[in-house]
């Protein structure tokens, strides 16, 4: 490993607002997040696949009443988000290293109220169709740690295919779906949307790449009425994604 890798696994590991697998936290807190993390009742975001943390750290500057989650299995990127949480003492942050896959050792039934899904893999191929952080599997996922109203869901790509992909499944599901674009810049002026923008999105802007945004609901895994949940041998999704990712890393 290298010595700045190193160094920043060491920031994450003296930082409080950073749990990850070794502090007993991580398989503790599951459920009582407002209780003994942030002692207060306040809403739960998470932003999923957070990279650098730029929606965690950016939106929790501009709502202090709700408390705001970045996850991300690579320690070597949530690091930047949860020192800047952690100099600027903000009190609604949090990170959590951990493969999404496994959201339930943190996260328990009417957690969350709301996720962004930011910049996800496209994973564009077919036989990883299940990988994608926006298939059914992850759909249902989310739903079992939902708040009991639902949950409000962002997902913003640069991957035509993605988009097209997950507005599909969306319909399919029937899920409700608040808002979609394929070219965010030019369909709306909600600053959270534009002034937010995270790693990958600055590059995908820097040559021009419109930026896709979907804002949809999931219902909490208690309705288990809703197609999310009854459609339980759901064929898989052949739609080949059309476009592959301009940047790795
Ligand atoms: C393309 S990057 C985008 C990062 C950031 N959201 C941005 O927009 O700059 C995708 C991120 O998702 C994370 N990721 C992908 N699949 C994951 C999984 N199953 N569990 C946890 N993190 C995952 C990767 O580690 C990576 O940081």
């Known amino acids: 490993m290298g010595r700045k890798k190193q160094i920043n696994f060491e920031k994450n590991r003296r930082?409080?607002?950073v749990i990850e697998p070794g502090k007993d936290e991580f398989l503790s807190i599951r459920g009582k997040w407002n209780d003994t993390f942030f002692g207060n009742d306040s809403p739960i975001v998470l932003e999923i696949g957070c990279g650098r943390g730029e929606y965690t750290v950016g939106l929790a500057k501009r709502y202090p009443q709700v408390n705001f989650i970045g996850v991300d299995i690579?320690?070597?990127?949530?690091?930047?988000?949860?020192s800047q949480a952690l100099e600027e003492n903000l009190n609604n942050v949090a990170f959590v290293r951990n493969k999404v896959e496994n959201l339930q050792q943190q996260f328990a039934e009417n957690e969350v109220s709301e996720i962004w899904i930011t910049f996800p893999d496209p994973r564009p191929k077919e036989r990883d169709e299940a990988k994608r952080l926006t298939s059914l599997r992850f759909l249902?996922?989310?739903s079992l740690m939902a708040h009991q109203q639902g949950l409000k869901a962002h997902l913003k790509t640069d991957d035509l295919g993605l988009y097209e992909y997950s507005l599909g499944l969306f319909?399919?599901?029937n899920l409700q779906i608040e808002f979609f674009t394929d070219d965010l810049y030019r369909s709306t002026n909600a600053e959270e949307?534009?002034?937010?923008?995270?790693t990958y999105e600055k590059r995908y802007l820097s040559i021009n790449?419109?930026?896709?945004?979907?804002?949809?609901?999931?219902?909490a895994a208690s309705v288990p009425h809703h197609p999310l949940f009854q459609q339980l041998d759901f064929p898989p999704?052949?739609?080949?994604?059309?476009?592959?990712?301009a940047f790795t890393g």
């Open 15 to 17: 930082n409080p607002k």
């Open 74 to 82: 690579k320690g070597s990127r949530l690091w930047k988000g949860a």
């Open 140 to 142: 249902r996922l989310y």
């Open 171 to 173: 319909r399919e599901l």
């Open 193 to 198: 949307l534009l002034n937010i923008q995270t």
């Open 209 to 219: 790449k419109p930026i896709k945004y979907i804002q949809f609901l999931i219902p």
């Open 237 to 245: 999704i052949k739609r080949e994604l059309k476009e592959r990712k």
